[in-house]
């Protein structure tokens, strides 16, 4: 069996990124964008669909970090003869580039270490077999319309399809490599220094990471998720990926795999708090307009994700010939989400600029013009059922969050300065959000006086833990305080929040899967929004606990087996990580936390 989901890290240079597992294998990187095809990708299959591995040739342990603020991870291999250090990166920039550079430094600290180098490109999600011929200084191997070159000074072998490399150093000697990509058609990645590339990343990084605010007692795991966050964009268009990876279950052998290397449009709410209040306006900024962009066009055709340049055809697909993570299949590439009715996405859309308005972000030229045309085609559907925040493959029904996101769009269209609708327009939108929310209280809450999940349903719902949290209801009225304790009393395990019962007639799929990160993170929210700073700083610490050695977390974790599942490292994780710390750090009021 290969590498568990927690025994990776990633690398990433705001246009892709890389998962390197604890063994110095990296197995799977997409070129050159986050949703391109894979040219390793041994991560939902074995080595011969693609890694690059890279470590002693005996016996070793192993313990890694990153280089503090990037994402230039440093791993030490201690053997009984010696010691070596590898640092691996994506060389990463500001300027547009036609290439992609991986690079991997190699140090010997102490001793002597034998070492063995083994590369199998494998193109299209490690279905193709590239061309590969020698070139000065290395190879390069083609396919398609694809060309990616390894350039070092050490010898390189080829064996069984494979690209090898044994070498020996000695205390104070070092070596390297460097995978270069682009197009075929464009002319072979430059040799570059390594070194010189090595400098300019981690001045990157280290420009980025020093804005961050100060987070108190949490503030390493605040720059490290915020880290993550910029390492997820795409620099770009300004979007921001759910995930690198597609297809990591969210049950171990299920078949609830999908492709998370896009950009949803729920997202953007929490996203634009966690930048904003961090200190990232350039971020803020190019993440609102790449929003901007996106969705500019007719307003029935709003779609719940996109992709990083805002394209809207995801067509989803199974991948035959990959048996997925841990036996885990089908392989999906695209995801059919895109095609859904979400009503909620209307709320995050009309939200997110909001909160960004209200941050003093001044709205674009044609801004209020557009939101009124989402405004006008809200009022003709928010009766209509939807397949909710979860992306249920059942039936519609009406969820209860979809009508309070519904609620928030027209509350934020009703205040002044946000659109360019008159005092008339203005107060029929508030008339329509006080209908909702009447509407919600009637159809939406238990008689035992919790939320539940959707109208007429007796099922919970860990989203109705964002009531307060954008301020559908205060926090000190008693329904709030009833859906956190019923949630965290019957819909988690060991304490940790499940997004809803997953068995057989939850969704439409078979049933079983992990806790959902965020959920819990939410309930953290809603602890601390309650004055209840005691379990939440309990729970909260328990989440950052969740962490693996390098602070990253996966969409959902297992607390039976102690394992994380779904895909990895996800944003939406992280972010609630950011916000939660923000808000029990003090930094973060209530009046902040609503969009």
Not at 305 to 332: I, K, N, Q, T
Request: hydrophobic residues 40%.
């Amino acid at each position: 069996m290969g590498a568990r989901i927690e025994d990776h890290a990633m690398l990433g240079n705001c246009r892709s990124a890389a998962l390197v597992d604890r063994d110095g294998t990296i197995d799977w990187l997409c070129l050159p964008r986050f949703d391109s095809d894979a040219v390793f990708a041994a991560l939902l299959g074995a080595e011969e669909h693609g890694c690059w591995q890279l470590a002693p040739a005996g016996d070793y342990r192993s313990h890694r970090r990153y280089r503090d603020g990037s994402l230039v991870l440093e791993t030490t291999f201690e053997t009984a003869q010696g010691e070596v250090q590898v640092l691996d990166f994506m060389a990463t920039s500001d300027n547009e580039e036609i290439h992609t550079h991986l690079v991997r430094v190699v140090r010997c600290t102490r001793g002597r270490v034998a070492m063995k180098m083994r590369l199998l490109l494998r193109f299209d999600y490690g279905h193709l077999v590239p061309w590969v011929t020698q070139i000065e200084g290395g190879i390069q191997a083609v396919c398609g319309p694809d060309r990616v070159s390894v350039r070092t000074p050490l010898k390189l072998e080829g064996h069984d399809l494979a690209t090898e490399a044994q070498f020996a150093l000695e205390s104070g000697g070092s070596t390297w490599f460097v995978l270069g990509h682009g197009a075929s058609h464009h002319e072979l990645p430059p040799a570059i220094d390594p070194l010189q590339l090595l400098a300019d990343t981690e001045a990157f990084w280290g420009r980025w990471s020093s804005r961050c605010v100060h987070a108190g007692r949490w503030d390493r795991q605040v720059r490290r998720s915020l880290v993550v966050l910029k390492g997820l964009s795409y620099l770009p268009t300004g979007a921001i990926v759910a995930a690198p990876t597609t297809s990591l279950p969210e049950r171990l052998g299920g078949n609830r795999n999908w492709d998370y290397r896009y950009c949803w449009l729920r997202d953007s709410v929490f996203t634009l708090l966690a930048l904003l209040t961090a200190g990232y306006m350039d971020e803020a900024v190019a993440f609102r307009d790449w929003l901007r962009r996106t969705v500019a066009g007719s307003p029935e055709q709003l779609q719940a994700l996109y992709g990083v340049g805002g394209e809207r055809r995801l067509l989803e697909w199974e991948v035959p010939w990959l048996p997925g993570h841990a036996g885990s299949s089908p392989v999906r590439i695209g995801n059919a989400a895109a095609t859904q009715f979400q009503l909620d996405v209307y709320g995050e859309l009309v939200g997110a600029f909001h909160y960004a308005h209200s941050k003093g972000m001044p709205a674009p030229e044609w801004g209020g013009s557009l939101f009124e045309a989402y405004l006008d085609q809200l009022e003709q559907r928010w009766c209509e059922p939807d397949e909710g925040i979860w992306e249920i493959r059942d039936r519609r029904r009406h969820f209860v969050h979809s009508k309070v996101m519904a609620w928030l769009a027209f509350d934020c269209g009703a205040r002044d300065g946000f659109s360019n609708a008159d005092a008339e327009k203005r107060a029929h939108w508030r008339a329509l959000a006080d209908r909702i929310h009447a509407q919600v209280l009637e159809q939406g809450v238990h008689p035992d006086g919790h939320f539940v999940q959707s109208y007429g349903s007796d099922r919970l719902d860990a989203a109705c833990l964002l009531i307060p949290l954008v301020g559908f209801l205060p926090p000190e009225d008693p329904r709030v305080a009833a859906t956190a304790d019923i949630i965290a009393r019957e819909l988690s395990v060991d304490g940790l929040v499940e997004r809803y019962r997953a068995d057989d007639s939850a969704d439409g799929l078979p049933p079983g899967e992990g806790v959902f990160v965020a959920c819990s993170f939410w309930l953290v929210d809603n602890y601390a929004l309650l004055g209840r700073r005691a379990e939440a700083t309990a729970l909260f610490e328990r989440l950052v606990g969740l962490c693996n050695d390098v602070g990253l977390l996966a969409e959902e974790y297992d607390p039976r087996s102690g394992r994380m599942l779904g895909n990895f490292p996800q944003g939406y994780s992280h972010v609630a990580l950011v916000n939660s710390a923000l808000r029990l750090h003090g930094l973060s009021g209530e009046k902040e936390t609503h969009p």
